[in-house]
């Protein structure tokens, strides 16, 4: 696998990249970077403006404001843009595009410059990193959907792209392949060193294959990060429930405390008499037996417990979805538990969670 610097200069540089429609801004002011090697996923949903801005960043849309500069040469600013030919950038989207009449080879080798055996060995040594070694004389249709999607990563690279734009690539592809493609794909773009920019709509995706997640809402970036980062400090409830279910605990700040079932929780940073939110993941729910309307011990860690029955419990395969309706307030709280855990309903159990895993919001 091919190394890079500590420091690399970005491979792609955006700023302030903008894009109405009818005098609504599709993408606002949208500014990121993509070093060598590095994996930056535009994550959001359906219609956020994260097509729109590979879209402009290819060269195949005009943007009204901002800057692109690739390898620190100005591809689109002001009254500059060149086409997407003159950007070397490579670009694979959820339809694979291959050409039916081509054979493998044949697609691989579609836009390679040079003499023949110079395509020759390129294209052979793209097909044995995506491992299609002898598949060459093969067409589209002879190949299955995730051997196709090979076939256009390879096509992709084979001109060595300076960064790699792919929009939903997988989304195509059986769940029972998608997986292993991702992983395959990821690792030949790593050892190409290429920098890569991929849009998807799917949190698990982004968690699986970037270095930095850029979570887009309405046209704008409202965070960046390494994925760990990014989950695990949400910044704001939206970003928190677009990674995993939620648990929310509604409340109002007294004196710098707000009062919940499970205890007084601190609210730093908010004001007296403020309505706040306090966000809960269920895999941080923690459940006890009762003990003839007992529970156990509060703790400095989970704080104090709360008594709720069980209003449905399904399991998933690799967990079981447990929800609890509280007895303090009636809310509804969902908790995940690892394995087979299927209490009847209306079972009385315990719930506790761990301080440091709950984040604080002001409401709505």
């Known amino acids: 696998m091919s190394s890079t610097p500590s420091n690399p200069s970005p491979r792609l540089q955006v700023e302030g990249l903008t894009r109405r429609f ?9 500014s ?4 060598p090697g590095q994996v930056t996923c535009l994550l959001g949903p359906s219609g956020c403006g994260k097509s729109t801005t590979l879209r402009m960043i290819a060269g195949v849309e005009h943007p009204d404001a901002g800057r692109i500069a690739l390898d620190g040469r100005v591809v689109s600013e002001g009254g500059l843009h060149l086409p997407p030919e003159q950007r070397a950038v490579g670009l694979m989207f959820q339809d694979f595009a291959l050409f039916p009449h081509l054979t493998v080879a044949g697609n691989v080798a579609f836009g390679l410059g040079g003499s023949r055996d110079d395509k020759a060995r390129r294209v052979g040594e793209l097909l044995e990193k995506v491992d299609l070694s002898g598949f060459g004389d093969k067409h589209p249709h002879e190949l299955s959907g995730g051997e196709q999607q090979r076939v256009a ?3 992709a690279l084979a001109p060595r792209p300076r960064i790699m734009l792919m929009d939903e690539p997988f989304s195509g592809l059986d769940n029972r392949l998608r997986d292993g493609i991702r992983d395959a794909t990821l690792e030949v773009l790593k050892e190409e060193g290429t920098a890569v920019l991929l849009v998807t709509h799917e949190p698990e995706e982004a968690m699986r294959m970037a270095d930095e997640i850029a979570l887009m809402r309405a046209g704008r970036i409202v965070q960046r990060g390494a994925p760990y980062n990014v989950y695990n400090a949400p910044v704001d409830r939206a970003a928190a429930a677009f990674f995993s ?3 929310v605990l509604r409340g109002e700040v007294r004196g710098a405390l707000i009062e919940t079932a499970f205890g007084r929780f601190l609210a730093p940073g908010h004001a007296d008499g403020s309505a706040v939110e306090i966000v809960i993941r269920p895999q941080h729910l923690k459940i006890d037996f ?3 309307g007992r529970g156990p011990d509060p703790t400095p860690e989970h704080g104090s417990p709360a008594r709720g029955v069980v209003a449905r419990a399904r399991f998933l395969g690799g967990q079981s979805l447990v929800e609890f309706r509280l007895e303090f307030d009636g809310s509804l709280l969902k908790a995940t ?8 309903p209306g079972t009385a159990l315990w719930l506790m969670f761990r301080r440091d895993r709950c984040f604080v919001f002001p409401a709505g």
């Open 22 to 30: 009818g005098g609504t801004a599709v993408v606002d002011d949208v």
């Open 32 to 35: 990121l970077t993509v070093a």
């Open 153 to 155: 990563l390879a096509r």
């Open 245 to 247: 279910d939620i648990n």
């Open 290 to 292: 009762d003990r003839s």
């Open 337 to 344: 538990v690892p394995g087979v855990f299927l209490p009847r």
